[in-house]
């Protein structure tokens, strides 16, 4: 039989070649021949149609991906003719693989009773899909009238499931900078793809981050604080994702720098005397570090916190102060030493606290009495000198009487 507007190709051991139709092969051996040739190129390649106008026959699945417990619609475009009868295969072309069978003439499939359904236009429908519904189906297509016409048509369905939440853990809750940092997301999917992401956004791959082949584990190498923040998996496939939920990663890191502020605020460290003082101590560090304040290189502990103020200064407090950050997870601590000048705002001179109250007042009193004693002794060298000059003055005159 030749098929009006077609052409076969015949595809032998991965060779393709035209063949004649059997009305135009030679009459040679008569037409025992023409049956022969039309059984062995049946029985040996697999015969694929293409329409006068070169679109291919081809099965798209309807929806294209198959959704567990839900229905697929195997149809077939492109193919214009009138089939007699519509087989389908699943994974391979051999009797035990085959699904089912419709003849148009008896309208009947065979078996009854299987869960598939080929319609009169050789449509496969699969209801109540599971995920081993997803294989290779191959549908054959026999045409008899004066000679026999087969066509072949293969397609691929996938068959995916709606997924379940996956859950994400990780080897620690708390990690230290620079130490090694292991996710793991878990699904009760198998097949569902994962992807990974850092606050609400796609986690880039660095050369501090890998992945397993799956994309089940990710590990963060040399873990650094901006990698602080929320972490999620996600797991998809064509028809569902679902994201975990979040997981919030604490990097413990510091003290590495510290550093103390005054207020007022001045480029030396000094406070008039009598007047107030503020310090504040920084170190950023998570967790937040401790403070402490030591004054004079003593070991004993004046003040515990960032700040530390003197509210009325004395000379008692010049000398050097430090302040110790100390982060007690990650055992790292930092000191700073600072020196604190009170100066007397009335003499505007500089006073250690060698200086004592009692000597200020000495040597105030010291001054006073110097300058009593030098106003005496100009008084008394200026009333000699008087007294000279008018002993003088009476001499000239009892000369002149």
Avoid at 58 to 70: A, E, L, Q
Avoid at 210 to 223: A, G, H, R, W, Y
Avoid at 357 to 382: D, K, S, T
Wanted: charged share 20%; with cysteine; hydrophobic share 35%.
């Amino acid at each position: 039989m030749e098929l009006p507007g077609k052409e076969k190709a015949v595809i032998c051991r991965g060779k393709h070649r035209l063949i004649e139709s059997p009305s135009k092969a030679p009459h040679i051996m008569g037409s025992s021949w023409k049956v022969l040739l039309i059984a062995a190129s049946i029985l040996s390649c697999w015969i694929q149609s293409t329409s006068a106008q070169g679109n291919p026959v081809r099965i798209v699945p309807i929806p294209p991906y198959g959704t567990v417990g839900s229905n697929v619609l195997l149809t077939i475009l492109g193919f214009t003719e009138k089939g007699s009868t519509y087989t389908w295969y699943r994974k391979t072309r051999e009797a035990s693989n085959q699904i089912a069978s419709y003849s148009l003439r008896t309208r009947v499939q065979t078996p009854e009773d299987s869960r598939e359904k080929i319609l009169p236009d050789g449509a496969l429908l699969i209801p109540n899909l599971s995920l081993s519904d997803a294989s290779i189906y191959i549908l054959k297509i026999t045409i008899y009238s004066v000679g026999v016409g087969v066509y072949e048509v293969i397609t691929q369905l996938r068959v995916y499931e709606k997924l379940a939440r996956p859950n994400i853990t990780a080897n620690s809750i708390k990690v230290r900078e620079n130490e090694s940092l292991v996710f793991t997301c878990s699904t009760e999917n198998e097949r569902a793809n994962i992807v990974w992401f850092f606050n609400n956004q796609p986690l880039p791959l660095t050369e501090r981050t890998d992945t397993s082949e799956n994309n089940q584990t990710l590990t963060i190498k040399s873990v650094r604080r901006e990698d602080a923040g929320i972490y999620q998996c996600e797991a998809w496939n064509p028809i569902d994702a679902r994201r975990s939920n979040p997981f919030s990663l604490m990097v413990n890191y510091g003290p590495d720098t510290i550093k103390i502020f005054q207020s007022p605020e001045s480029e030396k460290i000094e406070v008039q005397f009598n007047n107030s003082l503020t310090l504040e101590c920084q170190a950023p560090s998570n967790p937040p570090v401790h403070y402490e304040w030591h004054a004079h290189d003593s070991s004993e502990l004046i003040h515990s916190g960032s700040t530390y103020t003197i509210p009325h200064a004395s000379w008692e407090h010049s000398g050097k102060y430090t302040c110790w950050a100390r982060n007690n997870v990650t055992k790292l601590s930092l000191s700073k030493n600072i020196t604190i000048k009170v100066i007397d705002k009335y003499l505007g001179g500089r006073k250690g606290s060698s200086l004592s109250a009692g000597a200020i007042i000495g040597i105030v009193i010291g001054e006073l009495v110097g300058i009593v004693l030098i106003g005496a002794l100009i008084y008394f060298l200026f009333i000699r000198k008087t007294g000279r000059f008018s002993k003088h003055h009476l001499l000239e005159k009892k000369h002149s009487a």
